[in-house]
């Protein structure tokens, strides 16, 4: 567990990641992570949800238009 504190940084607010956090999740300088509240909280992740739900919808669309996708790549 870690203890985050929340500085000025500039004219807005941040806080310093500890080296372990950023390791664990492959994270460098500039770099996104997103933010996603959920029922326990806020979760920190580096993967983009928005992306998540935009590879679903590819793969409903795939599955069903299989056949068309093999005919086109001939």
Known sequence: MYTLKIRKVGSSLGMILPAE???ALHLGEGDQLFGIVDKDGVRLTPYDPEFDSA???FER???KFRNAFRELAK
């Open 61 to 63: 669309t795939r599955r």
């Open 55 to 57: 590879v679903q919808a």
């Open 21 to 23: 956090i950023l390791k």
